[in-house]
Nanobody, 116 residues
């Protein structure tokens, strides 16, 4: 059983920064892809940023240049979020896609609220 534990959400003013962390119960390099998704009220969950085991990184256009995904210690993935906007408000989820791409594992989610 894979466990993903997120932390780092909170309330921040527009223009501020937050860093989200996701720690996996096993090496993140055992997965094909690690991703950060978000879901705002009334909207579909969207993939915000991802990094493959080989290091390929992708961002959704709305966060490109403001968010940075990175990894450390073999078991943790970060999402550094700068220049936050109210429209970034959502529950952020960490996800891991299995190496054979047959399963997705999810964290419990962490709330990010951008408001003055």
């Amino acid at each position: 059983q894979v466990q993903l534990v997120e932390s780092g959400g909170g309330l921040v003013q527009p223009g501020g920064s937050l860093r989200l962390s996701c720690t996996a119960s096993r090496s993140i390099f055992s997965f094909y892809l690690m991703g950060w998704y978000r879901q705002a009220p009334g909207k579909q969950r969207e993939l915000v940023a991802s990094i493959t085991s080989g290091g390929r990184i992708n961002y959704v256009d709305s966060v490109s240049g403001r968010f940075t995904i990175s990894r450390a210690n073999g078991d943790t993935v970060y999402l550094q979020m700068n220049s936050l906007k109210p429209e970034d408000t959502a529950v952020y989820y960490c996800s891991a896609e299995s190496a054979d791409r047959s399963n997705n594992y999810w964290g419990q989610g962490t709330q990010v609220t951008v408001s003055s």
